[in-house]
Antibody
Framework: EVQLVQSGGGLVQIGGSLRLSCTAS????????MHWVRQTPGRGLEWVSG????????DSADSVRGRFTISRDNAKNSLYLHMHSLRPEDTAFYYC????????????WGQGNLVTVSS | DIVMTQSPDSLAVSLGERATINCKSS????????????LSWYQQKPGQPPKLLIY???TRESGVPDRFSGSGSGTDFTLTISSLQAEDVAVYYC?????????FGQGTRLEI
């Protein structure tokens, strides 16, 4: 059974940093692209960033480019999102999601982590 | 960015009846090289992450009941639930992965 278990998240001050983690099991992690998607009541679902199986291809939304960095450690079956210079508008539920590809549907999702950016 | 617009925003359908949700993209998501539409559909229930229903606009994900079907091409797509069940109450989203940034529709809330 595919499982994506997320950790990290919480309350952070404006301008602060946070790292989200996603640990995968039940599939061959290094065969698949992985993504981060966030959700807010106001803006709905928003794709944040994606990374190919070997980290050779990385893409991010304009809204986070230069502030957020996606990475993965295939030896640890783990995906990360390093978030810096956080803004109130980054407040959201963050989901990790499994692709097959960097441009594809998301066939499994993590449980989600709430990130709250506040002064 | 490709804008995905769903209609209606909310929908109430009787049990056993057909539910139809529409999704329109601001530009075509049909890739001419492989003749595939880069569009997927998700179902989200309260307190849960989205669940994949359909990809390539009409391919049902494994384990998804066959009352769910997707159709359309180019810029206009439809998710149809042929006979609504109580467990289908949820918010449904379309998603394009044709170009970056990948984008989602605003969601359609389906009620009994």
């Amino acid at each position: 059974e595919v499982q994506l278990v997320q950790s990290g998240g919480g309350l952070v001050q404006i301008g602060g940093s946070l790292r989200l983690s996603c640990t995968a099991s039940g599939f061959t992690f290094d065969d698949y692209a992985m993504h981060w998607v966030r959700q807010t009541p106001g803006r709905g679902l928003e794709w944040v960033s994606g990374i190919s199986w070997n980290s050779g291809s990385i893409d991010s939304a304009d809204s986070v480019r230069g502030r957020f960095t996606i990475s993965r450690d295939n030896a640890k079956n783990s995906l990360y999102l390093h978030m810096h210079s956080l803004r109130p508008e980054d407040t959201a539920f963050y989901y990790c999601a499994k692709g097959p590809y960097t441009r594809s549907w998301f066939d499994h999702w993590g449980q989600g982590n709430l990130v709250t950016v506040s002064s | 960015d490709i804008v995905m617009t769903q209609s209606p925003d909310s929908l109430a359908v009787s049990l056993g009846e057909r539910a139809t949700i529409n999704c329109k993209s601001s530009q075509s998501v049909l890739y001419s090289v492989n003749n595939k539409n880069f569009l997927s559909w998700y179902q989200q229930k309260p307190g849960q992450p989205p669940k994949l229903l359909i990809y390539w606009a009409s391919t049902r994900e494994s384990g998804v009941p066959d009352r769910f079907s997707g159709s359309g091409s180019g810029t206009d797509f439809t998710l149809t639930i042929s006979s609504l069940q109580a467990e289908d109450v949820a918010v449904y989203y379309c998603h394009q992965y044709y170009s970056s940034p990948q984008t989602f529709g605003q969601g359609t809330r389906l009620e009994i």
